[in-house]
């Protein structure tokens, strides 16, 4: 039900670590540790009916989270929000997808280019800076058709 964490050296757990930080994870189905009441209130979270309601303090809990229950303003916010978080995460996934076939093209540039002669620092930062793919994918083919790095530099600049 309560458990109290503490940190640990773990490449020498007989060390006496004391750094102040003390986590406590309450868990609702635990049966160790806490008192009646944390009991009753951990009862609660899991299944928050007025059934589990047993005195005053979790009936002024129940009685706010009815509220907010039955409170469509608030329902239309937690939606909203949520709508939000869920647009945002599936944009971080679009850009993150987007970033790594960028990376992986210029990988592919300056890996062909190696074969062809020795690469300036300011041109493989030039390709790895690149992000936009339509121009990736014009300077694969370059690489590609190059003979020289002077070759490929000059292309891509004209």
Request: proline share 1%; charged share 35%; hydrophobic share 35%.
């Amino acid at each position: 039900m309560i458990y109290h964490v503490k940190n640990i050296v773990e490449e020498i757990p007989e060390i006496d670590y004391n750094d102040g930080i003390r986590k406590i994870f309450l868990y609702t189905d635990g049966e160790a540790g806490g008192s009646d009441e944390l009991k009753r209130l951990l009862l609660y979270i899991k299944q928050s009916s007025y059934e589990n309601v047993t005195d005053s303090r979790l009936e002024r809990l129940h009685h706010g989270v009815e509220e907010i229950k039955n409170n469509s303003a608030i329902g239309v916010k937690y939606m909203r929000m949520w709508e939000v978080m869920e647009l945002e995460k599936r944009e971080s996934r679009i850009e993150g997808i987007a970033e790594g076939k960028a990376e992986g093209k210029a990988e592919s540039i300056i890996e062909i280019l190696e074969e062809i002669g020795s690469i300036p620092d300011f041109l493989k930062q030039k390709i790895s800076e690149q992000k936009d793919i339509n121009i990736l994918n014009k300077w694969v083919k370059l690489s590609a058709r190059a003979e020289t790095i002077d070759e490929f530099i000059e292309k891509i600049n004209s």
